[in-house]
C-alpha cells in the first residue's frame, strides 16, 4: 500500500504519517531525507528525532532516495519517507543552481520504485502551491517541481491524504 501524506507547514502531516506508522504491527523504517544547513533547523531535526520510537530504524536519505526505499522494502514492513520536499532542495546547490540531470533521473528512479514496494510506504510532503507567488526565480522553480512531483506521486500512490490543521482528509483510497 502506498499513501501519499501531504499538507501545508505546520499542518500535523508529519504527525499523522508517524501516527499511522506506530500502528502498524511490523517493523518501521523512517527514512530521513532533510539535509541540515543551520544551526536552527538542526534544533528542529533533534526535537523531530526526540519524537520517534526508539525501535524504528532510521536512514538518512540524500539524492539515491529509490535506492533507499528498494534496499528497505520488507513485505511486511513500513517505509515511511520524510518528506519529498526536503528530498528536492537537495538538487539545488548553495549557489541556487539546480541538479536537473540528476534530479530527472532520480525523480524516474522513484516513481518506479512506488510501483515495486511489497510492503506499506509512508512519503510526506509540503503543500505549497496555496500561497502567494514567490518572488525569487529559485523558489518559484522549487514550488514548480514539488509540484509536479506531488501530482505524480499523488497519481501512483493508492491513498492520497491532506492533512490541514492536524486533521486527515482522504483525497483518495480513504
Same mark, same amino acid.
Given at each position: 500500500?502506498? /499513501?501519499? @501524506? ?8 508529519? *504527525? ?7 500502528? /502498524?504491527?511490523?517493523? %518501521?523504517?523512517?527514512?530521513?531525507? &532533510?539535509?541540515?544547513?543551520?544551526? #536552527? ?6 526535537? /523531530?528525532?526526540?519524537? =520517534?520510537?526508539?525501535?524504528?530504524? %532510521?536512514?538518512? &536519505?540524500? =539524492? +539515491?532516495?529509490?535506492?533507499? $526505499? ?5 513485505? !511486511? ?12 532542495? =537537495?538538487?539545488? *546547490? ?12 532520480? *525523480?524516474?528512479?522513484?516513481? #518506479?520504485? @512506488?510501483? &515495486? $514496494? ?8 509540503? #503543500? @505549497? ?8 526565480? $529559485?523558489?518559484?522553480?522549487?514550488? !514548480?517541481?514539488?509540484? *509536479?512531483?506531488?501530482?505524480? @506521486?499523488? &497519481?501512483?500512490?493508492? =491513498?492520497?491524504?491532506? $492533512?490541514?490543521? +492536524? ?8
Amino acid at each position: 500500500m502506498t /499513501h501519499l @501524506i501531504s499538507g501545508g507547514s505546520r499542518s500535523g502531516k508529519s *504527525r499523522y504519517a508517524e501516527q499511522l506508522a506506530v500502528q /502498524h504491527g511490523g517493523p %518501521v523504517t523512517y527514512i530521513a531525507t &532533510a539535509e541540515v544547513r543551520d544551526d #536552527e533547523f538542526a534544533e528542529r531535526v533533534r526535537q /523531530h528525532r526526540l519524537q =520517534r520510537p526508539q525501535h524504528w530504524h %532510521v536512514l538518512e &536519505a540524500e =539524492r +539515491g532516495l529509490a535506492e533507499l $526505499v528498494l534496499g528497505h522494502d520488507q513485505e !511486511d514492513g513500513l517505509l515511511l519517507v520524510d518528506c519529498l520536499g526536503m528530498w528536492l532542495m =537537495r538538487f539545488f *546547490r548553495s549557489d541556487d543552481q539546480f541538479d536537473e540531470m540528476d534530479f530527472v533521473q532520480e *525523480r524516474q528512479w522513484l516513481l #518506479e520504485a @512506488i510501483a &515495486a $514496494v511489497q510492503g506499506q510506504l509512508l512519503l510526506v510532503s509540503n #503543500e @505549497i502551491g496555496w500561497g502567494v507567488m514567490p518572488m525569487s526565480s $529559485v523558489a518559484r522553480r522549487y514550488g !514548480d517541481l514539488l509540484g *509536479r512531483l506531488n501530482q505524480d @506521486i499523488a &497519481a501512483r500512490c493508492q =491513498r492520497v491524504t491532506l $492533512v490541514a490543521c +492536524g486533521l486527515p482528509l482522504a483525497l483518495k483510497g480513504g
